[in-house]
């Protein structure tokens, strides 16, 4: 469950961040 939850709130955030800039 941790990895899953922190995999998927890296990509996101990864994902926001990479999408703003």
Do not use: A
Not at 1 to 21: A, G, L, M, P, R
């Amino acid at each position: 469950v941790y990895d899953s939850w922190k995999e998927t709130n890296f990509s996101t955030q990864w994902c926001y961040e990479n999408y703003i800039q």
